[in-house]
Nanobody, 124 residues
Framework: QVQLVESGGGLVQAGGSLRLACAVS????????MGWFRQAPGEGREFVAT???????SYADSVKGRFTISRDNPKNTVYLQMNSLKPEDTAVYYC??????????????????WGQGTQVTVSS
């Protein structure tokens, strides 16, 4: 069974940085496209970034140039480096894995496995 566990969330001031990690167990992530989504209070789940099997990436416009998604296949871990954080980045951040390794895109329905989420709070 594939399990995803996020870590690295916390409280940071605006302009600061955080690095989220998603540790995957049960199968090698080399078989999956991986994504990060987020959900703010009272809002729907929003796409943040995705990385496919050969490390091609795609980002939401709201985070482009500030966030970087990466994968470390030997460590079976995916990362989200978040710089220049803004209060509007405050949300629960979720890691997801898609069996469509070539490209899963921004649609959450394309992802098969999800983590439990980690809270990111950016103060102004």
């Amino acid at each position: 069974q594939v399990q995803l566990v996020e870590s690295g969330g916390g409280l940071v001031q605006a302009g600061g940085s955080l690095r989220l990690a998603c540790a995957v167990s049960g199968r090698s992530i080399s078989y999956y496209a991986m994504g990060w989504f987020r959900q703010a209070p009272g809002e729907g789940r929003e796409f943040v970034a995705t990385i496919n099997w050969n490390s091609a990436t795609s980002y939401a416009d709201s985070v482009k140039g500030r966030f970087t998604i990466s994968r470390d296949n030997p460590k079976n871990t995916v990362y989200l480096q978040m710089n220049s954080l803004k209060p509007e980045d405050t949300a629960v951040y979720y890691c997801a894995a898609s069996r469509t390794a070539t490209y899963a895109g921004s649609n959450s329905a394309n992802y098969n496995y999800w983590g439990q989420g980690t809270q990111v709070t950016v103060s102004s």
